[in-house]
């Protein structure tokens, strides 16, 4: 007789690694605090590294408490948004931390969006100022008029370059389009300017880990993209929690700053832990794969998250075997699945050990993780929950009922990193969160070691180069068309990017349109990792009896169709 495997008896704990505690004593520290202590700790260790310019934690600490105290000249109080539009760059990293430490709310924000979408994003957030880069800078001073910010603060490329780096780079950026003229305009300011005013000496704020600390917005199967409240506790509970989940690292380590910072799962396992265990980080604003083996080659680091794309880029360069990646001792890859064969010659490769997790944006994000060392690692696991986080596989209909061990159901996830819950979303909030637990909307089961394996995304999210696309938003953009009468938006397989945007077109009567002419149609509406690369034109798509639109049935032919040719 078998005895019954219960998800509140916590199977996975056996498998924890020696070291990983079940619960955490978790310190009263705010993320600007931890800086500090960080600082005072090691403050000529390196702690930002960009092109080769080095930044100690001293000078860190110093630049955040001149922006800190910039940004309250300027009139930012506790409690006021601001909005950080910019790649993985030094001030990024300093605007965050300088915003959080006046009691702000930080909105991160992707370089890659439209207009369209960061318009939202502004003013839902009801953000007041903007922190960018001289490249978006015109067009974010032609959109302020549309929101809420008064001023823009800009920063450039070439603000923080070594000898003689810093000498070349006014001579040819804007030649290669890494530079630009921003045109005058009141309230718009350089971003050395304010510094140079700036004392470092910014006004003393009490912070509360039930604070929010930032809005991080995330789409919705919906299409409505939602401000995820992330509180102090969140984020300081969770770099806690992401800490102790490698015991073996210690404070020499040096971290890949590849993944970005305007995502929440590079926000946490990228910045915020390099800065909590006083690592160093390598900056790497545009994760390609060049960028990210000249960065590895030069600058050896040691701690390397990534995302599926990027190891398989890295593993694709054609100069691989002549690359020596061997400092790298551990990975950590997120948002998509891995493949057996990627794990293989990436461990081969380099030497290290990589550990696939899970989380999403409502949870900090990591919530699941494989053991790093000394515990069981499972190829197409997700892994087990980290200390302190629960979870459970429930019924898909009633959302409430625990399945039995091995079958299907919704992942539902409660700990100290669950969001707060969504900015002014009082409904959706409530059909999120039920007693502390984190409806995830994403399809797994449980074997009986406690192991965690995603079975289904969320119905219809995309995954394209480890960013999130949600087919509604692209499908607006087509109903917005005039010559459009249906769209439905899927997921198709693509060879380096996970999968692509294909959307299947049925027009209004008498018109005619081409592949060519609606994806132009899209450029400027979308972000460019949102566009798609196939149309498909009906005269009717499949639906239910009550009108719904079936993509269940659209993606099925699909995958019919890449069986026949493979």
């Known amino acids: 007789m078998t005895t019954e495997i219960r998800y509140e008896d916590k199977c996975w704990l056996s498998s924890y690694e020696k070291g990983v505690p079940e619960k955490l004593d978790y310190e009263d520290i705010c993320l600007p605090k931890i800086l500090e202590r960080t600082a005072g700790k090691f403050p000529n260790k390196m702690a930002l590294l960009f092109e080769g310019y080095k930044m100690t934690y001293r000078e860190l600490n110093d630049m955040v408490n001149r922006f800190a105290a910039a940004l309250h000249s300027l009139g930012i109080k506790e409690g006021d948004s601001v909005a950080i539009l910019l790649p993985n760059l030094i001030p990024c990293v300093v605007a965050y931390y300088a915003i959080l430490k006046i009691g702000g709310i930080a909105v991160m924000n992707n370089p890659?969006?439209?207009?369209?979408?960061?318009?939202?994003?502004?003013?839902?957030?009801?953000?007041?100022?903007?922190?960018?880069?001289?490249?978006?800078?015109?067009?974010?001073?032609?959109?302020?008029p549309k929101t809420k910010i008064k001023q823009i603060i800009y920063t450039s490329i070439g603000d923080y370059l070594p000898f003689p780096k810093n000498l070349l780079f006014p001579l040819v950026a804007k030649k290669k389009n890494l530079a630009a003229n921003v045109k005058s305009s009141k309230d718009v300011y350089k971003w050395k300017d304010v510094?140079?005013?700036s004392s470092p000496n910014p006004p003393e704020v009490e912070l509360s880990f039930d604070d929010v600390a930032m809005y991080q917005y995330t789409g919705g199967t919906t299409g409505v993209s939602k401000g995820v409240m992330l509180t102090h506790g969140n984020l300081s509970k969770q770099i806690q929690q992401v800490g102790a989940w490698f015991p073996t690292f210690d404070s020499n380590e040096i971290m890949l700053g590849a993944l970005p910072f305007f995502h929440v799962f590079g926000l946490t396992t990228a910045m915020n832990l390099a800065i909590y265990l006083g690592w160093g980080d390598i900056l790497v604003p545009k994760p390609q794969p060049e960028p990210l083996i000249q960065a590895i080659r030069k600058f050896k680091p040691t701690f390397v998250p990534l995302v599926p794309t990027m190891y398989i880029g890295i593993l694709n360069h054609p100069h691989i075997d002549n690359i020596d990646l061997t400092s790298i001792k551990g990975c950590f890859s997120g948002s998509a699945p891995l493949p057996l064969e990627v794990i293989r010659d990436f461990e081969n490769k380099t030497g290290a050990v990589i550990v696939e997790g899970y989380g999403l944006t409502e949870s900090s994000p990591v919530t699941h993780v494989n053991p790093f060392s000394g515990g069981k690692r499972k190829v197409g696991s997700i892994g087990i929950p980290i200390s302190d986080t629960d979870c459970r596989i429930v019924d898909l209909v009633d959302g409430n009922t625990d399945v039995p061990i091995g079958q299907s159901g919704e992942i539902l996830v409660k700990g100290p990193q669950v969001m707060k819950g969504y900015?002014?979303?009082?409904?959706?909030?409530?059909?999120?969160?039920?007693?502390?637990w984190l409806h995830t909307g994403d399809i797994g089961k449980m074997d009986e070691e406690g192991y965690f394996y995603i079975v289904d995304r969320k119905k219809d999210m995309i995954l394209s180069g480890g960013l999130n696309v949600y087919p509604r938003d692209i499908e607006e953009v087509f109903y917005e068309n005039p010559k459009v009468q249906e769209a439905a938006a899927i997921g198709i397989p693509h060879p380096s990017r996970g999968e692509s945007v294909k959307v299947f077109v049925a027009l209004k009567e008498g018109e005619t349109a081409t592949q060519e002419e609606l994806i132009e149609y899209c450029k400027d509406k979308m972000a460019k990792f949102k566009l798609p690369t196939k149309i498909e034109f009906r005269n009717e798509l499949p639906k239910t009896n009550v009108g719904k639109i079936l993509k269940k049935d659209l993606r099925a032919e699909e995958m019919a169709k890449q069986r026949k040719t493979e």
């Open 195 to 197: 510094l140079a005013k």
């Open 112 to 144: 890659l969006y439209s207009n369209r979408e960061l318009e939202h994003q502004f003013n839902d957030s009801g953000s007041k100022a903007l922190i960018t880069i001289d490249l978006l800078g015109n067009r974010m001073i032609d959109l302020r």
């Open 423 to 436: 900015w002014n979303k009082a409904e959706e909030t409530a059909g999120t969160l039920t007693d502390g």
